[in-house]
């Protein structure tokens, strides 16, 4: 499949898809093989289930947004960008999907003049540490940004209630009661490799049901293993890989590929363009190790390891 040649389709036929080919070892993480990380993870997420308590003890984490302020605002002035060169009206409500650690969002969308925002994940898991969010307040100042007068830092809670933001931790049920041509614009960051497989078309299209006319959705997608960055995830059946033992344990991913993402965004109705694209030069993983039916998909599709995906709601 020549990935170059579906990258965008009309009316984004304009956006520059940054390309790159990765030159340097993908491997992160605790240096362990694949199949030992799967075995550990499995038993730490059954003798310490809360997220929380794993959290503290540095053993897992959900991203380092409540760490990294700049990379927060950052965030947001990006798909603000978006919007402004392919959305249509001013944008007054913005959800992030799969926040992880920190609701920092809703005090830079407000900053940035949103109305309303929504935080939508499938747990409770940003952080209550108020420091998080005073931090954010001081990057945000530093960067030009004025947060308005009335934030409220007494507790996580009160701040997103003075910043009109709505935190929803139900995952794709929470999008149900959002209504209809509500978004104006919509993100994720390393979210979308993560909703689970059977619910993946439904979140698609309620994201689409949200939108507004015009309005922009981007995805920052990442399609390597999270056992160590190669393809280690794909050795496995579906039965087994979407069992409760392996879906259940803290490294699951849907597995879906580049292609189909874009097919599932398609039919959802959204236009779209692939903002960026990061391929291996070689499979990391050997494609005989591969299970049916990766093993038979072309070398490009599964060379893809990140992408970053422009959705555009048509007029
Ligand atoms: C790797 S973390 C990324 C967190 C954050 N976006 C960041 O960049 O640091 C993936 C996040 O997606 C969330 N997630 C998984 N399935 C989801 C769903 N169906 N709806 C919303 N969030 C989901 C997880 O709970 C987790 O917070």
């Given at each position: 499949m020549p990935i170059a040649s579906i990258?965008?389709?009309?009316?984004?036929?304009?956006?520059?898809?940054?390309?790159?080919?990765?030159?340097?070892?993908?491997?992160?993480?605790?240096?362990?093989?694949?199949?030992?990380?799967i075995a550990a993870k499995v038993v730490l997420s059954r003798v310490m289930p809360s997220y929380q308590v794993r959290q503290r003890l540095g053993l897992f984490r959900h991203?380092?947004?409540?760490?990294?302020?700049?990379?927060?605002?950052?965030?947001?002035?990006?798909?603000?960008a978006h919007h402004?060169?392919?959305?249509r009206n001013t944008p007054r409500a913005i959800l992030e999907l799969g926040p992880g650690d920190s609701v920092g969002m809703a005090l830079v969308a407000k900053s940035m003049g949103f109305h309303t925002s929504y935080l939508v994940d499938v747990g409770d898991f940003a952080s209550r540490d108020m420091q998080v969010y005073t931090r954010l307040l001081d990057a945000l100042r530093d960067t030009g940004h004025t947060p308005p007068s009335n934030v409220d830092t007494s507790s996580r809670d009160a701040l997103l209630k003075s910043v009109d933001s709505s935190y929803r931790t139900i995952g794709t049920r929470a999008l149900k009661d959002i209504p209809d041509t509500s978004i104006d614009i919509?993100?994720?960051?390393?979210?979308?490799?993560?909703?689970?497989?059977?619910?993946?078309q439904d979140?698609?299209?309620?994201?689409?049901?949200?939108?507004?006319p015009?309005?922009?959705?981007?995805?920052?997608?990442?399609?390597?293993?999270?056992?160590?960055?190669?393809?280690?995830?794909?050795?496995?059946?579906?039965?087994?890989?979407?069992?409760?033992?392996?879906?259940?344990?803290g490294f699951y991913t849907n597995r879906l590929r580049f292609s189909e993402i874009l097919d599932i965004a398609k039919k959802?109705?959204?236009?779209?363009?692939?903002?960026q694209i990061t391929a291996?030069?070689?499979?990391?993983?050997?494609?005989?190790?591969?299970?049916?039916?990766?093993?038979?998909?072309?070398?490009d599709e599964l060379k893809v390891a990140t992408f970053g995906l422009l959705l555009r709601k048509p007029d």
């Open positions: 990258v965008a389709e009309p009316p984004l036929q304009d956006v520059q898809t940054a390309q790159h080919v990765i030159t340097s070892n993908t491997k992160r993480g605790v240096p362990m093989p694949w199949w030992a990380k991203g380092a947004m409540d760490r990294d302020a700049h990379r927060q605002i950052r965030q947001v002035e990006r798909v603000i402004r060169a392919h959305g919509l993100f994720s960051n390393a979210v979308l490799e993560h909703v689970a497989r059977s619910e993946f979140l698609i299209e309620e994201t689409f049901r949200i939108m507004t015009g309005a922009i959705a981007h995805h920052q997608i990442d399609l390597m293993d999270h056992l160590g960055g190669a393809l280690n995830n794909l050795r496995f059946s579906e039965r087994v890989w979407e069992g409760r033992l392996m879906s259940n344990s959802a109705g959204f236009n779209f363009a692939v903002t291996w030069p070689e499979l990391p993983t050997p494609k005989r190790a591969l299970a049916a039916p990766f093993n038979a998909l072309p070398d």
